[in-house]
């Protein structure tokens, strides 16, 4: 029971992406192809911090005519249009995470093997507001990032 709520409500979220992606696409001129609504499904599903190349090798198994330069400009729009977040790590690969329908969070980040860590604390993002508060600020978004090593690096 709890296993097809879980199912129909990212099916509901994936719906909703797409027309959100649909609607940006038209904006821009663009065309919505199969294709597209591959890399979109293949991202929400994929679950963690995502690098293209990962993406790809991911999509291509069940979708060889899909190459990586499509993967790469779609994840591309689907951050343009709000639906990713890029996470780059110095010279490390860029990593890209689903943003819509999220629950803010925010990173702990490996400097040496690369591993994040999603972190959600209500007491920094009262932190954060009262600090924007105080110095009459009006914040829009944020990023919150911590950079160190992880308890396996150590």
Known sequence: MIINI????AIMVINKAQDIFRNYLRGKGLRNT????????????????????ELFNAIKVKHPEIGF???HRNVGLLCECGLADE???GNKKTRY????EQ??????????????TEVKDEKIERLQDKLAEANNFAPVRHKLEIYGLC????
């Open 6 to 9: 879980i199912i129909k409500t």
């Open 87 to 89: 996470i780059k790590i």
């Open 34 to 53: 199969r294709q597209r609504e591959v890399i979109l499904d293949a991202f929400f599903f994929a679950d963690k911090h995502i690098t293209v190349e």
């Open 103 to 116: 629950r803010h969070h925010d990173h702990l980040i490996c400097l040496k093997c690369g591993e994040f």
């Open 69 to 71: 330069a499509t993967v």
């Open 151 to 154: 308890k396996k690096c150590r």
């Open 97 to 100: 995470e689903p943003k819509y």
